[in-house]
């Protein structure tokens, strides 16, 4: 078994176990004011474990299961012998900082919460970019379009409903763990930058 199907079960045990408990989602979301003031720092990556409905688990869950074992097998190929380790790594540290702008913008904030992986899910997807640009990436049953098209859309999209607001979707949290699923394989090997451009430019 795979971890990305690992994280999957886990996440869905606890999402649906936190559905009929109000106790766990207080515990585990993302809420700036008690992370500052009471420094409950695990917020930062439990808020990953629980979602608002069964609508919102699924189509993060979906998503993760769809790209989430390639980039893992990929990891594995282009990072010999660590790959694992910094698929995880990669994964959690997308859902803890994705939220990174709420965290200081909300610190005295006492009713601001999220919750939820899509930060996490997002980095997967953006590395899925990075790695094979010429994929096709979809929503359900809409055609697939390029992911190197699907990125830039993305990302348009989620700047400007994060400035529009009024939503209750953490549009922010979206954009900062894409921009950490593409930047993160980068860090740790650089020539996946080149390799991109290449692909881009010198395609038929």
């Known amino acids: ?26 515990h585990l979301i993302f809420w700036p004011y008690r992370v500052w003031h009471n420094n409950e720092w695990h917020r930062l990556v439990s808020c990953g474990f629980i979602h608002a409905d069964i609508g919102h688990l699924f189509f993060n869950m979906f998503a ?29 540290g997308a859902v803890a900082t994705a939220d990174i ?3 200081f913008s909300k610190r005295n904030d006492v009713s601001y919460k999220s919750l939820g992986a899509s930060g996490g899910v997002a980095a997967v997807i953006f590395s899925y970019i990075l790695l094979h640009p010429y994929g096709g990436i979809s929503l359900f049953f809409l055609p697939g379009i390029p992911a190197y ?23 922010m949290a979206h954009l900062t763990g894409s921009v950490f699923g593409f930047v993160f394989p ?19």
């Open 1 to 26: 078994m795979n971890i990305t199907i690992i994280i999957i079960l886990v996440t869905c045990v606890i999402s649906f176990a936190a559905f009929n408990n109000r106790q766990w989602i207080d």
């Open 149 to 171: 098209i699907f990125g830039p859309l993305f990302l348009l999209y989620c700047g400007y409903m994060a400035k529009r607001g009024g939503d209750n979707i953490a549009h």
């Open 186 to 204: 980068i860090l740790f090997e650089p020539r996946l930058l080149t390799r991109f451009i290449g692909l881009l430019t010198h395609s038929n």
């Open 101 to 103: 702008f709420n965290l």
């Open 64 to 92: 993760l299961f769809s790209f989430g074992a390639y980039i893992e097998a990929s990891f594995n190929n282009v990072f010999e012998g660590k790959g694992l380790v910094l698929y995880v790594v990669m994964y959690f």
